[in-house]
T-cell receptor, first 114, second 118 residues
Framework: DGGITQSPKYLFRKEGQNVTLSCEQN?????MYWYRQDPGQGLRLIYY???????QKGDIAEGYSVSREKKESFPLTVTSAQKNPTAFYLC?????????????FGPGTRLTVL | GDSVTQMEGPVTLSEEAFLTINCTYT??????LFWYVQYPGEGLQLLLK?????DKGSNKGFEATYRKETTSFHLEKGSVQVSDSAVYFC?????????????????FGKGTLLTVNP
């Protein structure tokens, strides 16, 4: 079955540590996205990538980094510079840049800073 | 900039009740409109979409009509079930111009929690 996988489902981090969240898709989609979800705030865009080896900052990129070395993979690193990283992180992908194509979402990773 | 405003929850209904979740938007271009649903502990799933004015999206008994004159995309269902309990997000997709190029950016509302009791 085609889809988006995220791992791990739950992640605990000590303050000052970097952690990397995995996102893989086998939908052959060009564009991939990372969102952060906080209670009562909807989803906010962290980074997005429209093509391999290229990515752009979203609305809240500070304290995060990404890479896009393969079409299927778009890992997100939460660095120690992110002051409030506890949140639910969602990865998404879409076929291309057309507005008619909906984004498909992974199951999410819940990150908790201890 | 673009924005989406949806009615704040939580919304609590009895099974078989009629559901309306209001959604209005502000956009500079001609956006596509979406409703997504999120079940507890899961990612978002597309519920329905509409790509131009007067289009009606429908799925699983849910409907929403793209009203350009009122900039609205209200979600309705005639008879809700317990299994409809979830968070519902209204979203729009519009062209966003950034320093690295252009792309269609999704802008989400804050979500409405629906609880349906038996």
């Amino acid at each position: 079955d085609g889809g988006i996988t995220q791992s791990p489902k739950y992640l605990f981090r000590k303050e000052g540590q970097n952690v990397t969240l995995s996102c893989e898709q086998n939908l052959n989609h060009d564009a991939m996205y990372w969102y952060r979800q906080d209670p009562g705030q909807g989803l906010r865009l962290i980074y997005y990538s429209q093509i391999v080896n290229d990515f752009q900052k979203g609305d809240i990129a500070e304290g995060y980094s990404v890479s896009r070395e393969k079409k299927e993979s778009f890992p997100l690193t939460v660095t120690s510079a992110q002051k409030n990283p506890t949140a639910f992180y969602l990865c998404a992908s879409t076929l291309d840049r057309s507005s008619y194509n909906e984004q498909f979402f992974g199951p999410g990773t819940r990150l908790t800073v201890l | 900039g673009d924005s989406v405003t949806q009615m704040e929850g939580p919304v609590t209904l009895s099974e078989e009740a009629f559901l309306t979740i209001n959604c209005t938007y502000t956009a500079t271009g001609y956006p596509s409109l979406f409703w997504y649903v999120q079940y507890p502990g899961e990612g978002l799933q597309l519920l329905l979409k509409a790509t131009k004015a007067d289009d009606k999206g429908s799925n699983k008994g849910f409907e929403a009509t793209y009203r350009k004159e009122t900039t609205s995309f209200h979600l309705e269902k005639g008879s809700v079930q317990v299994s409809d309990s979830a968070v519902y997000f209204c979203a729009l997709s519009d062209l966003s111009h950034r320093s690295g190029g252009s792309n269609y950016k999704l802008t989400f509302g804050k979500g409405t929690l629906l609880t349906v009791n038996p």
